[in-house]
């Protein structure tokens, strides 16, 4: 399938940066937000002392624009973004975007690259990552007072290559942030942090690390970009219970579908690593990875193996289900799907 307008072959997309026309900026300054406008201007012109630089002042979000069956061009849950980037900004003394002019902002960039949203049944969508820094000059260690936010778009296939050949994940011996404070925010600071554990997991033969939490490294926490779900041998979905996970909307929608549209059990508690073994099926899950399956895990000499060549059974019904929300061939609960054009 290729882009008349644009050019480019969607079923061979990656998870890659691809240059689309405009992005959203708007900075802070003295105070207060301006009016923010689209530009051509893809690069960032930065002070050498920004707090971004120095202090890694920086914190971003992850959504999907999606082609529905009908032709429509829509967001999934876009207010949840605005409340995590506002929750995260927080955490991390910089100014919240407000979260109305945050949705208005996602609308805007969608609709002047509406060209790049690939087709319906291409398997590729719009991926939009809103982000901010702190960009005036700091030096003694304090929050910046003026910040940049963004947004630029990117049309991205796949997370992982090979379709939905299960992955492998291993338990490293890396944590994956602060046990109580930096992981539940979506910052650059914890993916900076994760960087030489998922080379070091490449370079062992694995797709991504398991973490265990940093206190007491007996319960499963999440991967470097996703959360897991797990499912029991009776059908139940579980996902760990964790102050120190990122709160992934894609999950917390999955618990969604897995009860009101599937009829099944869903729980978020503790998962201890003990009781991996028993699970029938197991996942990552986020706007990036969709929901990809874990086909092994590996926890020193231990290798725990779901046996199975791609997606277990209620992982499937999960995934098609949460698509088919996405993609308007089932109908949304209220409120979930925002129409952009
Ligand atoms: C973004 C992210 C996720 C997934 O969250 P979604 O809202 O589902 O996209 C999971 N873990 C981490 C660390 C993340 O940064």
């Known amino acids: 399938m290729i882009s ?6 969607w079923s061979s997309l990656g998870f890659g940066y691809v240059k689309t026309d405009y992005r959203y900026v708007s900075n802070f300054k003295d105070g ?34 999606y082609r529905t069956v009908d032709g429509k ?11 995590r980037m506002a929750d995260t900004c ?19 960039v969608v609709k002047a690259n509406l060209d790049f949203v690939p ?43 090979g379709g939905v050949k299960p992955i492998s994940l291993r338990v490293p011996d890396f944590d994956r942030a602060a046990p109580r404070g930096t992981g539940h925010i979506k910052a650059g600071l914890n993916y900076a942090m ?48 964790s102050d120190s996970i990122l709160p992934s909307i894609t999950r917390r929608s999955l618990m969604y ?34 929901l990809s399956p874990v086909g092994r895990v590996v926890n020193g000499d231990e290798e725990i193996v779901f046996g199975m060549d791609s997606m277990g059974e209620i992982t499937k019904k999960l995934y098609d289900t949460l698509t088919g929300i996405q993609m308007g061939r089932i109908e949304a609960p209220e409120g979930w799907i925002k129409v952009i054009s």
């Open 194 to 241: 994760s960087l030489h554990p998922i080379v070091d997991a490449h370079n062992k033969g694995f797709n991504e690390n398991m973490y265990l939490d940093s206190k007491t490294r007996t319960k499963v926490e999440e991967t470097g970009g996703a959360n897991i779900i797990f499912v029991t041998k009776d059908n139940k979905v579980v996902t760990p219970k």
């Open 90 to 108: 927080e955490r991390l003394e910089m100014a919240v975007f407000p979260q109305d002019r945050f949705i208005d902002a996602v609308e805007k």
């Open 32 to 65: 207060k937000w301006d009016d923010g406008v689209l530009t051509t201007d893809e690069t960032v012109t930065l002070h050498e002392s920004a707090g971004v630089l120095q202090y890694a002042q920086t914190c971003f979000e992850g959504m999907k624009a």
């Open 73 to 83: 061009v829509v967001c999934f849950r876009p207010d949840l973004n605005a409340q």
């Open 257 to 290: 579908v897995a009860e009101h549209y599937l009829g099944l059990k869903a729980e978020e508690r503790e998962i201890p690593f003990t009781e991996v073994k028993e699970f029938k099926e197991c996942a990552l899950c986020g706007t990036a990875a969709v």
């Open 119 to 161: 087709p319906y049944g291409s398997g590729a969508s719009l991926y939009l990552r809103p982000y901010m820094f702190g960009s005036n000059a700091v030096i003694g260690v304090k929050p910046a007072e003026e910040f940049q936010f963004r947004i630029f778009a990117t049309p991205v296939g796949p997370y992982f290559k």
């Open 4 to 9: 008349a307008k644009k050019d480019i072959d």
